[in-house]
């Protein structure tokens, strides 16, 4: 009995040992797929002087890059395109947002999706129409009409919404 209580504890040490290691290294080169470290071989020189949870970030971008399909390619080319052209101020702002978004309970994030979603459905001429509409608002009046939207009920909402829709012509 304390034979195998000893020999449990000794592998027991030993896996949490390994974790820990391995933990604190993070992802080595050579754990990589190769198509994984052809992707990532400008980081290969210094790979092991990054943290590990931006090799691990690395990782599976790279990884998530090899299962898209060409048209997602390019469009993810097009998206770090217009990332690289922001400016520090900009990308700033969008973390920060991205941040709060991520703060919110699931089921707003949620919400927020599908209206985003409605939005992309849109003929392009009515997201244009809608965004300079939202644009040529006063500062003030924007921030204004956002807490008032944040104080309504889901009902008084959903009252906005078919309201805004029929004026829209799509009810």
Do not use: C, Y
Request: glycine share 4%; hydrophobic share 30%; net charge positive.
């Amino acid at each position: 009995m304390k034979s195998r209580l000893l020999r449990i504890s000794v592998v027991t040490v030993g896996l949490l040992f390994a974790v820990v290691v391995h933990g604190e290294d993070g992802l080595r080169w050579n754990e990589m797929k190769p198509g994984e470290q052809q992707l990532l071989k400008p980081f290969e020189n210094k790979w092991d002087s990054l943290p590990p949870e931006r090799r691990e970030a690395l990782q599976r971008g790279a990884a998530r890059w090899q299962h898209m399909s060409p048209a997602e390619r390019q469009d993810a080319k097009e998206r770090f395109k217009r990332w690289r052209n922001l400016t520090p101020e900009q990308r700033d702002a969008i973390k920060q947002r991205f941040r709060e978004f991520r703060r919110l309970p699931l089921a707003e994030q949620e919400k927020i999706r599908e209206r985003f979603r409605w939005f992309q459905g849109l003929p392009l001429e009515q997201r244009e129409a809608l965004r300079n509409k939202w644009r040529s608002l006063p500062p003030e009046e924007r921030k204004d009409i956002r807490q008032r939207w944040r104080n309504m009920t889901p009902e008084e909402r959903r009252s906005v919404r078919r309201k805004l829709r029929s004026e829209q012509g799509q009810e």
